[in-house]
RNA sequence: GGAGAGGUGGCCGAGUGGUCGAAGGCGCUCGCCUGCUAAGCGAGUGUACGUUUAACCGCGUACCGAGGGUUCGAAUCCCUCCCUCUCCGCCA
């Protein structure tokens, strides 16, 4: 969420800079006379409530009984008119709300000026592509031929989107979860948390994904329990509405979780193999940092994520995204995608972002500079340090060998007990 | 899920219709005093929004778990919900 008051003090520069992410200026106008409206409405409540205050002292004061009751009988029109009035400044104040609840976030001014995704810019790329002596094979006839993926009864249980891993595909997996918080824990300097996967509301509205992208998210009918699409949900909500006392910042949190989405936008799309499907595992990384420092930050956490594809050994670049291609909460925005030579495609396997205090204001989350200092908010950022599936089909296409099977790269080795590959036998 | 108790400021805790943003205590800040320390004395000490301002101050409104209601007026009365604790039930 936006500041309203940068809105109101500077309106064209925000609308110039919120047109680069695809934002109407009329969208921002409507925000500000809805703004304008709830605060005429604030004024006029409130000075007829200081009146009713003012004249029920008074009241009191009256011993004669026939003055007293006229007075109140008086009075009671004014209760009334001031409930109706209330009435009127809540719809407003929600309607307000509404607006720029939905308003994204302003790009960070270095972030590159673009359409959409065609024009994002590769930052840089480390890794030698690996050549086959054969053509590799994509990793959905690997897993299957292995006997490690089973796409046909994932979908006899579930449906569309959803699969089995198998035994070394499931240890696979798990092993790389464990090696991976290790790697932030021992070496990023993380602190590993373990969250709830279903959620209040509340979350979903602090961390941007609610009231505008619904859609993606399942939940549960009964309750108010939504099911998180990513880790980054319920551990920036960690701290909502509390302040960060002084030296306690910066806050590193990794936490492994399965996440959920619904994927409707995406019908059609990647369909094949266990790429984009409704359940997926990951593990994420979320800093609460002060905002002088968040930029850099940025760049330590995308590190992170990178340091992760160099010790697989697996090929990655970094492309920053343009503004059209940001996300509605990020004000600045890499990814990391590996090289899968199987299904020839660059995959994304961690997206990471500055939010600024965009994601601090919704959810409340300060901190004290000093001690005795007023709270402000604390920028968030954070990334992915990686999404599994992805990371399993870079895994499989990058290792294949001749014979169809897969060996195992060295720093998974101690995490499967001492397992050096995956063939048809194991 | 059932029965009971309870949710008030940073913390403890009083307050059952108006003079309550809320006694008292603790903590904290500043000052005084004290040749260190401790004690003592005095003053101050919430947040948000609106208004004004260069900014502060000031002024106004709201906030006593949340929402709704009654009333001229609600921390206080009524209704609904949430949470915590104790006991019982169930359960990985």
Same mark, same amino acid.
């Given at each position: +969420? ?11 520069? %925000? ?45 009191? &004061? ?17 209760? @009334?008119? %001031?409930?109706?009035?209330? &009435?009127?400044?809540?719809?407003? $104040? ?39 002596? /054969? ?5 959905? @006839? ?8 089973? /796409? ?9 989107? #959803?699969?089995?891993? &198998? ?26 948390? *373990? ?26 009918? $009964?309750?108010?329990?939504? /099911? ?13 509405? @509390? ?7 910066? %806050? *590193?949190?990794?936490? *492994? ?5 619904? =994927? ?10 266990? &790429? ?11 800093? #609460? ?16 994520? =990178? @340091? ?19 996300? #509605? ?25 500055? /939010?600024?205090? #965009? ?7 300060? *901190? ?47 995490? +499967? ?10």
């Amino acid at each position: +969420m936006l500041d309203i008051k940068l809105i109101r003090d500077n309106p064209d520069r %925000v609308k110039e800079r919120l047109a680069t992410v695809g934002v109407l200026e009329t969208d921002v106008d409507a925000l500000l006379n809805s703004d304008r409206v709830r605060r005429a409405r604030i004024r006029e409540v409130e000075a007829l409530r200081a009146e009713r205050t003012t004249r029920s002292k008074e009241i009191r &004061k009256i011993s004669d009984p026939t003055e007293r009751d006229s007075a109140v009988r008086s009075m009671r029109a004014l209760g @009334e008119r %001031v409930s109706q009035l209330e &009435k009127q400044l809540a719809q407003e $104040e929600e309607d307000f709300q509404q607006r720029l609840l939905e308003l994204p976030n302003l790009p960070h001014p270095d972030v590159p000026v673009g359409k959409d995704e065609d024009e994002n810019v590769v930052i840089r790329t480390e890794g030698k592509p690996p050549t086959f002596v /054969f053509s590799p094979r994509p990793h959905w @006839e690997l897993g299957e031929a292995l006997g490690i993926i089973d /796409f046909a009864r994932g979908v006899k249980i579930s449906g569309s989107r #959803f699969y089995i891993l &198998k035994g070394l595909g499931a240890r696979l997996q798990r092993a790389l979860i464990n090696w991976m918080l290790d790697l932030h824990v021992n070496e990023h300097g993380y602190t590993e948390v *373990y969250p709830p996967v279903m959620v209040k509301q509340d979350c979903l509205v602090g961390t941007g994904n609610l009231p505008k992208f619904g859609d993606n998210l399942y939940r549960d009918i $009964e309750e108010d329990f939504w /099911f998180i699409p990513t880790a980054e949900v319920p551990v920036t909500n960690l701290y909502r509405e @509390e302040v960060i006392e002084p030296g306690q910042l910066p %806050v *590193y949190h990794v936490a *492994y979780t399965p996440c959920f989405r619904r =994927e409707k936008m995406s019908a059609g799309r990647d369909v094949r193999g266990i &790429k984009r499907g409704h359940q997926f595992d990951k593990v994420e990384m979320v800093k #609460f940092v002060e905002p002088s420092h968040s930029d850099a930050e940025l760049l330590a956490l995308v590190d992170n994520a =990178e @340091e992760v594809c160099r010790k697989l050994n697996i090929p990655h670049r970094v492309v920053q995204m343009c503004t059209g291609d940001l996300s #509605f909460v990020a004000a600045c925005k890499y990814d990391v995608e590996m090289w899968a030579p199987g299904c020839a495609e660059w995959l994304e396997v961690s997206s990471c972002s500055n /939010f600024r205090d #965009f994601q601090a204001r919704r959810a409340k989350i300060r *901190y004290r500079p000093e001690p005795g200092a007023k709270p402000e908010l604390v920028h968030t950022l954070n990334g992915s340090g990686l999404a599994l599936p992805r990371v399993v089909i870079a895994i499989l296409e990058t290792y294949q060998q001749g014979d169809g099977s897969v060996v195992i790269p060295d720093v998974l080795r101690p995490y +499967m007990g001492g397992q050096e590959k995956i063939d048809r036998a194991s």
